[in-house]
């Protein structure tokens, strides 16, 4: 029992003792802080929509926010045509609800096309990408770019999109009539949130994410297999964008405002970081990257009200040189190294003793 | 219509002519060995074959389908022909489990990863060709870490994993001590007695224990075809190949 207790990778423990204190925290936190940390489950599902691509299949994407604000424009789009033109609109002489808004206007369809439309996009830039042999560090350039372009293009758009401005005074969810309470949001973002974890979970355990691995390890390889890398690039392309847009999607009943903020590079750099100092490729670094840096910007922001960014930096910049592969990373390898080691004798003195392999699948392969 | 043919393929890369009109054709289940100095155009031999280079003319055939130009993972794939390449090729973060795991036959389309399910029969799969090729021990090992002559094996067993009915192995015994390369000999005609093998190979004792049929390249064309024995005494093969690069063997 004692030895298959060894074997579980660390990674598990620390995604459990995550969310059995994300389902407690409403008990202890104050609402202001539970309405912080709503959106921290945001951030974890972005950063998790984040690390099955760049973790996975090696995938930098520099513009991963472009999908996280199309589904958080859909919806709060959707919300704002509720009642007939918005007042943002009005303001540019728009008198009627134009088309594509009027089907936005049916709300469950609007939650679907807040996945469907970043999946879509996805997959259009996906295959032009990936099907022209886009490599390396220009698949980070053309997602930089796109990123900035899509930006830009929801700042000049102000007729339909509020500019700069964004879209504010969007509702919180409701069910019958009455606006859902903070904890029950909390706690709807905490659902999803660990059906997210599970899905990621599921599908980076599987042969596709072994795939996935092998495309970010040796891509040139694996065609000799009969593999055609860019059909599971672009299938984890379109899949990361679906759960980028869904994070979207829930960010705005919580936060009530979107702007090209969520859209744009800077968001973009953002979950980068987030992943890069918890660590890629294993889920677990994601999320915990998510949920440090945005406490962390939270407490500091609050204490420490001129210096706070800078402290912040240095934070990071300390992870990022001491732990090249990422706190949970570097956990990580540490114990992937002592179990090799612990087989390597068992294998010489004892063959009986086996020691399983899947065991193993969580702790190799980080960028 | 032999089981794979070339038809006086060329290939030129911004005007050099690295082959030049080959004409290859080889039999069902035949070990053929392709020799030659460096530069001969034995490795674009291969890359022709496994769809990596597309032929600047002539026509490649395997079981009577045309796969000139075809992309290397239809021809992986669909035609079934693996590859062993010049210096071991893995993916160095996965474990050597996952490595042969990965090549396994018939679980290569998006799809199929997704319903692809490791019973036992597949498990016990693998385990045989760990065992073949010696590293079961090192299953979990992920394979930056092995020796480079583990490394080679562990590319041979990924072929293996991809059932192919015609194997191309490019110096699988390059940086080999010669223990290592021996062993990798037996394995070769132990694990692929059954197969079309096609190897392009340096080391003439090797080539000497393994080979059925053996073609010298030299300057992009064939210069002799025949037994090891023929082609060892034939006198242009001397005067080419054996003097200048290995005079002890001649």
């Known amino acids: 029992m004692m030895k298959e207790m060894k074997n579980i990778g660390w990674d598990k423990y620390i995604d459990v003792l995550l969310f059995a204190f994300l389902i407690g925290f409403p008990l202890v936190g104050s609402l202001f802080r539970v309405e912080m940390m709503s959106k921290c489950i945001v951030y974890i599902i972005f950063a998790l929509s984040l690390d099955i691509l760049w973790g996975s299949a090696g995938l930098m994407n520099l513009g991963q926010a472009m999908f996280f604000g199309l589904g958080g424009y859909v919806l709060a789009l959707s919300y704002a045509a509720r009642d007939g033109v918005p007042a943002f609109m009005a303001g540019f002489g728009v008198t009627e609800v134009p088309w594509f808004m009027q089907i936005l206007q049916n709300t469950p369809l609007a939650v679907l096309l807040g996945m469907v439309v970043p999946g879509v996009v996805a997959g259009l830039l996906g295959y032009f990408i990936f099907t022209s042999k886009v490599k390396g560090v220009f698949f980070n350039i053309i997602t930089l770019s796109l990123a900035s372009l899509i930006e830009m293009f929801f700042n000049n758009q102000q007729k339909y999109t509020g500019g700069a401005n964004g879209i504010s005074g969007l509702p919180p969810i409701t069910i019958g009539s009455e606006p859902l309470s903070i904890t029950a949001h909390y706690y709807l973002m905490l659902a999803v949130g660990v059906l997210v974890y599970l899905f990621c979970r599921w599908l980076t355990h599987s042969r596709f994410g072994m795939i996935l691995r092998s495309v970010r390890d040796n891509e040139s390889r694996l065609q000799f297999l009969g593999f055609n890398p860019a059909a599971f690039k672009l299938t984890i392309f379109v899949i990361s964008g679906m759960i980028a847009g869904l994070s979207g999607m829930l960010y705005i009943p919580i936060h009530s405002f979107i702007s090209p903020g969520n859209i744009g590079v800077a968001f973009s750099t953002s979950v980068l970081v987030w992943l890069a100092v918890g660590g890629r490729g294993n889920l677990t670094g994601a999320m915990v990257g998510a949920f440090l840096i945005t406490w962390m910007e939270s407490l500091l922001s609050e204490q420490f009200e001129n210096v706070w960014l800078l402290l912040l930096g240095a934070a990071m910049l300390a992870v990022v040189m001491f732990f090249p592969k990422g706190l949970v990373g570097t956990l990580l390898d540490w114990q992937y190294n002592r179990k090799i080691d612990r087989q390597m004798g068992l294998v010489q003195t004892d063959d009986s003793v086996e020691l399983r392999e899947s065991d193993f699948a969580t702790a190799k392969g980080k960028v | ?250």
């Open chain 2, 1 to 250: 219509m032999a089981f794979l043919e070339l038809r006086d393929v060329s290939v030129s890369f911004s005007g050099f002519l690295a082959v030049d009109q080959v004409s290859l054709s080889v039999e069902k289940g035949e070990t053929r060995v392709v020799i030659g100095p460096n530069g001969a155009g034995k490795t674009t031999i291969i890359d022709m074959i496994t769809g990596k280079t597309a032929p600047t003319s002539g026509k490649v055939f395997l079981g009577g389908a045309d796969i000139t130009g075809c992309s290397p993972h239809e021809i992986a794939g669909k035609y079934k022909v693996g590859r062993k390449f010049q210096g071991p090729n893995l993916f160095d973060f996965l474990s050597v489990y996952e490595n042969v795991e990965v090549a396994l036959a018939g679980h290569s389309s998006v799809l199929k990863t997704f319903l692809y399910r490791k019973n036992k029969s597949i498990a016990d799969e693998i385990k045989t060709i760990l065992e073949q090729i010696n590293l079961y021990g090192k299953r979990d090992v992920i394979s930056t870490s092995l020796s480079h002559g583990e490394r080679q094996w562990l590319e041979m067993g990924m072929v293996i994993a991809q059932k192919p009915q015609l194997i191309t192995l490019d110096e699988p015994t390059a940086g080999m001590t010669a223990d290592e390369t021996y062993k990798t000999g037996e394995m070769i005609k132990t694990m692929m007695k059954d197969k079309t093998v096609i190897v392009v190979e340096h080391d003439i004792d090797f080539v000497e224990q393994i080979a059925e049929t053996v073609t010298v390249l030299h300057q992009g064309k064939v210069l002799a075809e025949g037994t090891f024995a023929e082609v060892k005494r034939n006198p242009k093969v001397v005067q080419v190949y054996l003097k200048d690069d290995d005079e002890e063997v001649a």
